[in-house]
């Protein structure tokens, strides 16, 4: 019995041990708390369990997380610091690679730098290093990033990056011993990551370094390595090469290349490194002997032409080499090669035939920007070869670079003066002149050209004043006339007037200079008498051209016109041109002659000789002359074939007005179906139509040849404008889901989503948005958006999650909406904590909009009942109550606000008034 009893006790007592080991710790009851999304009472108790002095481990993460939860990356940083500033936790190895992950996200670089190099200094692991090494490589801290790179090559021997970019580093570094030493080492143990790029590298340090005979080795040994002629190693070895002969290495390099002499033409470069060592070492002859056979039986390819032009002027095959050049064969030359066959081309001892015929293949072969570079040299070759106009030109340019020798006496001056006026060469010539005005020995002649060129050059007082001094000592005839021209340049006609009183002796091209310059300075009666004048000596063309544009000049369009109107059929472009300048002119002073103008615009216009801009005037003409149904047909022949960005296009679709008639929508669609290969020009056609009120036919444009989905560009954008502007919901749904997954480019995705909210579909809205998010995790507009739609469909859950991610990573950016959103999901889920946050951040953001419209200071008023601010909530609704006594969102609110307070009365007023 007693043992029945002591059995029965005993199991009683384990009865209550094992109920109270059930009952789950405070510890057990926060992790549920979390685990149940409860996350303010979680968050409560472990804030209990935190002070000053101490944050326990089990603690630390779960409340870490809460704070990133509600977007307060600061406070969970400064948790993480806290505890690791208790000294038993400053070498917690995970505390720190945590709290570097949020100084990232908390954007801190320089403590995320000093926690990852503690981090590296307790626990070296390999991701850690690589970590840090970027962030060097960010900051260009170029030792340091070596010594990480250093730690990382020794704990992951055989990976092959790290030695390459250590070999780099070093490189850059100036460190070219260690370069060298390092790409040895990967050499010997793994020698394919040793690819032509760092070859190359490793020729350049071992010549820097002063080791020609190495370099050598190690591309003969990287050559023998690989196992065929690929063109790529072939290109490497040549480049190789090429380094060594550019520092004069030219026997390391016939070392390498010697195997390859037999066969040059095994690759392009091979050939072109060997014609730059082979005559360098002496057997220039032997290749250029290859060369030229293989030229001559057609066998040579036509890249390495240029290369055997190289090698016949090195090894002065000057007959080959000028016969080559001769040739209609097309091949491009390097500059300096240019410039000295150009000068072996003007050796004088060759015979003058001979000489002549290479300095003209030497012009057709120097590149123009070499010409400018070295006019001087230009105008010789093009002298040699018997181009007088390009020799001028060119020798304008040279002696523009360089002044006239000083130590010419005035005689040489003057003769050279002389002969490059004569020769069209007045610039310098007229120089040379200005210099020695005075000198008695300056022909009269000389002096009036050099009146011209002041009036030409504008340098009319400096000339004024130079030929009225001269006037002085010199009655030559032209010296008056060029003083006449300065004169009337400088507005002096008055004295011009009484000179010609005089009857002076005025040849024809003094009068033709005089009258031209008084119309040109708005001496236009002076210009019109001096030019009646020669016209009345000489019955010319060209005299009776002067006289008519003295006539336009002076105002009198009708007399010009007269004189004109015989050249209204001339084969001279410049005579008719003359002719429609006085009809417009006589048109322009109100003249009677539209039947005239038209005619002659209607017979003209179609005209295949004429130029666009011809065209295109004759246009405009028929419009001043009210003749705009021409004037469509006009524009529209030169439009033809033009761009949809042209200047007549753009002067056509005026001419049409906002709703073009029908012939010219379907000339608009033909012209935007007849668009192949430009997918721009299509799209700005289509783009045409839509603004022009057919939408409909330009969707029908784009349907007809719809590109790829997720191909669409420019055409895609102008596909949506027509069906938005058609207001054709289920094709652009139809247009924007087909689209949307093809995508990849985040700022099209946002574009297209952001065009389906704005026309009412948000499902597709959503696919683009959230596609956006597959693509960049955390974008601020998808997040924004997708918590609004979600806010505004009742999907409370979703709500917190985008705005939630938003309001943690975007919190500087974000409105007063995102906040406002949160807050009410949060509030109507009851957890009024965390809503008070967000509704107090909301109004922070709204306290600094100055002007706020009505439906914004309806929504303050409300987050101010609640967080509990309620006499400022009343007095806000009572204001907006007086301006909008009859807003029912706003009587609804109002009427709860008043019945919580006890204020019935105000209430029952508000109630009375809403019923009514």
């Not at 209550?16 to 059930?22: C, Q, R």
């Not at 690989?226 to 520092?247: E, F, G, P, S, W």
């Not at 030359?333 to 410039?339: A, I, K, R, T």
């Not at 009857?503 to 236009?524: C, Q, R």
């Amino acid at each position: 019995m007693k043992s029945a009893i002591f059995t029965a006790i005993i199991l009683a007592m384990m009865g209550v041990s094992i109920s109270t080991a059930l009952i789950p710790s405070e510890e057990t009851l926060a992790y549920l708390h979390l685990k149940d999304k409860e996350f303010d009472s979680a968050l409560e108790f472990y804030e209990q369990q935190v002070d000053d002095q101490n944050v326990p481990p089990h603690v630390l993460m779960p409340l870490a997380q809460l704070y990133l939860q509600n977007g307060d990356v600061e406070r969970a940083v400064s948790l993480m610091e806290r505890f690791l500033l208790i000294p038993k936790n400053q070498n917690n190895v995970e505390a720190l690679r945590q709290v570097a992950v949020y100084y990232q996200y908390a954007q801190r670089p320089e403590m995320y730098l000093k926690t990852l190099e503690k981090l590296t200094a307790l626990n070296a692991s390999t991701n850690d290093l690589e970590k840090l090494s970027q962030l060097y490589s960010n900051t260009g801290d170029i030792n340091k990033q070596i010594s990480i790179l250093e730690r990382l090559a020794i704990l992951t021997p055989d990976n092959v990056k790290i030695r390459q970019d250590l070999t780099r580093l070093y490189a850059a570094n100036n460190d070219k011993q260690k370069a060298t030493e390092t790409l040895q080492a990967l050499w010997a143990s793994q020698p394919p990551a040793i690819d032509g790029f760092y070859l190359e590298l490793w020729v350049n340090l071992l010549l820097d370094l002063k080791q020609p005979d190495q370099a050598a080795q190690i591309i003969t040994e990287w050559r023998d390595r690989q196992k065929n002629d690929d063109a790529n190693h072939l290109t490497v070895i040549a480049r190789a090469c090429n380094l060594m002969h550019y520092q004069d290495y030219d026997d390391q390099a016939w070392k390498v290349l010697q195997p390859y002499a037999e066969t040059p033409f095994i690759h392009r470069d091979i050939l072109a490194s060997l014609t730059q060592v082979m005559p360098r070492v002496g057997q220039g002859s032997v290749l250029f002997a290859h060369m030229q056979t293989a030229y001559e039986n057609g066998s040579l390819a036509a890249t390495s032409l240029g290369d055997l032009a190289d090698l016949a002027f090195v090894q002065e095959e000057n007959a080959f080499l000028f016969d080559l050049l001769a040739s209609r064969d097309q091949f491009t030359l390097p500059e300096w090669l240019q410039l000295a066959i150009a000068e072996r081309a003007l050796d004088e001892a060759q015979p003058p035939l001979q000489r002549a015929a290479r300095a003209n293949i030497a012009w057709d072969r120097l590149q123009p920007h070499l010409k400018e570079m070295h006019p001087a040299l230009a105008a010789e070759l093009a002298w040699a070869s018997n181009q007088s106009q390009l020799a001028n030109a060119y020798l304008d340019k040279a002696l523009a670079s360089s002044a006239v020798s000083a130590a010419l006496n005035p005689k040489d001056q003057l003769r050279l003066a002389g002969l490059l006026v004569g020769f069209g060469r007045k610039t310098e010539g007229l120089a040379i002149v200005a210099k020695l005005a005075r000198h008695a020995d300056t022909p009269a002649w000389m002096l009036r050209e050099l009146a011209a060129r002041f009036v030409e050059e504008k340098s009319v007082d400096k000339g004024y004043a130079l030929f009225t001094e001269l006037r002085k000592t010199r009655r030559e005839p032209q010296v008056d006339a060029g003083w006449a021209l300065l004169s009337l340049a400088a507005k002096r006609s008055s004295q011009v007037e009484q000179w010609l009183a005089t009857d002076p002796k005025l040849d024809e091209a003094d009068l033709n200079d005089l009258a031209f310059v008084a119309i040109d300075n708005g001496h236009s009666a002076l210009g019109e008498r001096l030019s009646k004048r020669l016209y009345a000596q000489q019955h010319t063309a060209a005299n009776r051209r002067l006289f008519i544009n003295a006539l336009l000049a002076s105002g009198d369009a009708h007399q010009a016109l007269l004189l004109a109107r015989p050249w209204r059929d001339s084969s001279s472009k410049e005579d008719r041109d003359l002719y429609e300048a006085s009809l417009f002119a006589v048109k322009a002073r109100g003249g009677d002659i539209d039947r005239e103008l038209i005619a002659v615009i209607k017979a003209r216009i179609n005209d295949p000789k004429l130029d666009p801009q011809e065209r295109r005037n004759l246009a405009f003409a028929l419009m001043d002359a009210k003749a705009y149904r021409k004037a469509k047909i006009a524009f529209q022949m030169l439009a033809q074939d033009a761009d949809p960005d042209s200047v007549d296009l753009a002067q056509l679709l005026f001419l049409w007005g906002p709703r073009p008639d029908k012939e010219a929508i379907a000339w608009l669609e033909q012209r935007a179906r007849a668009e192949q290969s430009d997918p721009a020009k299509r799209a700005a056609w289509v783009n045409h139509l839509t603004q022009l009120g057919a939408a409909d036919r330009a969707a029908l444009v784009v349907e007809a040849r719809m590109p790829p989905a997720g191909q669409g560009g420019v055409l895609l954008d102008r596909y949506i404008e027509a069906l938005v502007e058609l207001n054709d919901t289920a094709r652009l749904d139809k247009a924007l889901r087909r689209e949307i997954p093809r995508v990849n480019d985040v700022k099209q995705l946002k574009a297209l989503s952001t065009i389906a909210e704005a026309q009412n579909l948000p499902l597709t809205a959503a696919i683009g948005y959230d596609r956006v998010l597959s693509l960049s995790h955390d974008d601020e507009l998808a997040l924004k958006r997708l918590g609004y739609m979600a806010f505004f469909a009742g999907r409370w859950q979703e709500v917190e999650s985008y705005l939630g991610r938003y309001l943690a990573l975007y919190l500087e950016q974000a409105d007063y909406e995102a906040h406002f959103y949160l807050a009410e999901v949060l509030w109507a889920e009851n957890r009024k904590k965390r809503a008070d946050v967000h509704y107090m951040h909301a109004l922070e953001k709204l306290d600094k909009v100055s002007d706020k419209p009505f439906p914004v200071r309806l929504t303050y008023a409300r987050m101010l009942n609640r967080i509990g601010r309620v006499p400022e909530a009343l007095q806000a609704y009572r204001a907006l109550y007086a301006e909008q006594p009859e807003n029912a969102n706003l009587q609804m609110d109002f009427i709860e606000l008043l019945i919580d307070q006890n204020l019935t009365d105000e209430a029952s007023r508000v109630v009375v008034s809403a019923k009514r």
